[in-house]
Nanobody, 124 residues
Framework: QVQLAESGGGLVQAGGSLRLSCAAS????????VGWFRQAPGKEREFVGA????????YYGDSVKGRFTISRDNAKNTVYLQMNSLKPEDTAVYYC?????????????????WGQGTQVTVSS
């Protein structure tokens, strides 16, 4: 089992950047695929992106492609979500999640562990 904790959220103006971190403790983090999801008030949870434990392949939701980048540092047990060119519609609570699978990266039901979330607010 692995425990996750997000950090780095906050308030930023449109066009700005933020970097979120997802720190893990517990089991070997390097054997987990880590995903990022977000949920805005009144909306369904949305897949943001994921990074595979096998080879570090990355996958992104259509709404963030070209603006967001996921990376991982297994030595630090941390995964990062670099968010650039932020838009007001990126405002949401952002969650990181981990799963032992390496498939269907946008399927939230497959993720076994979740963090508590961090708020990102983008002002216009």
């Amino acid at each position: 089992q692995v425990q996750l904790a997000e950090s780095g959220g906050g308030l930023v103006q449109a066009g700005g950047s933020l970097r979120l971190s997802c720190a893990a403790s517990g089991r070997t983090f390097s054997s987990y695929t880590v995903g990022w999801f977000r949920q805005a008030p009144g909306k369904e949870r949305e897949f943001v992106g994921a990074i595979s434990w096998r080879g570090g392949s990355t996958y992104y939701g259509d709404s963030v492609k070209g603006r967001f980048t996921i990376s991982r540092d297994n030595a630090k047990n941390t995964v990062y979500l670099q968010m650039n060119s932020l838009k007001p519609e990126d405002t949401a609570v952002y969650y990181c999640a981990a799963m032992t699978y390496d498939t269907d990266h946008d399927a939230s039901a497959l993720y076994e562990e979740w963090g508590q979330g961090t708020q990102v607010t983008v002002s216009s």
